[in-house]
């Protein structure tokens, strides 16, 4: 069973109140597993010095409700999809770091089977330990260079990670004829937008609005054109 530090329990009611705003349904063991990893993000940032964010009301609002605002225009884009019946989605979520936002889509969605790639071994070895953890069969961490994965995964995201340009064309070949990227980021991107070879087709700017964060955000989703 997870069972949340004092600390972050006592964000359960702002977590609660954000994911009603944004309409994301989360049973108890959900909740309880979203304050556990920042537990775990917090125990292990010490030794492994995974996110310059320290202060865990900080961590709650700029990368657990961030990352959770994604969830229902990541929900809508994959039942919008084709996917063969009966198989889960796969989602690659690139440079994830300490696991955002591929922690969190893997505890909200356990349909999805979440890999969470990076250079750095230490973070993949921590996603390993929170899918151990939190008893998440559907997350993994690979250490890699995202270059060098294949796929085909259906879905293909990342935030604060590159430019959109360095962003899909290092993880073109491990989407699938049907897949789409997802990209997480600040500020309508138009300059990185206009860079982007015509081969990239942005097909969506979502603006996205983050309880308890006064900051703009938004979501470029492409495919291959
Ligand atoms: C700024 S961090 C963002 C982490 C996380 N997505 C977040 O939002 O907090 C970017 C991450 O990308 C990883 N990275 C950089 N180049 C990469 C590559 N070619 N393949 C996989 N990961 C890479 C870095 O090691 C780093 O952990």
Redesign the pocket.
Known sequence: MNTPSATTQAFRPTLLSAAEQLGVALTDAQADALLCYLDLIQKWTKVYNL?A?RDPKEMLTH?LL??LAAIPPLRRALAQASLPAGQGARLL??????????VVIAICCPEVDVSC????AK?AAFIQQVAVSLKLPNLRGVH??????DGPFDVVT?????SLV?FTT?SRQALGPQSVWLA?KGKHPAEEIAALPASVQVFHVEPLVVPGLDAERCIVWMRTA
Do not use: Q, Y
Request: no cysteine; charged share 25%.
């Open positions: 996110t964010v990368h961030d990352s979520d690139v440079g994830a770091g300490a696991g955002l936002p591929g790639v990076d250079t750095v973070k890699a260079r995202v270059e060098n994965l990342s935030r604060a990670f590159a360095d290092w997480m």
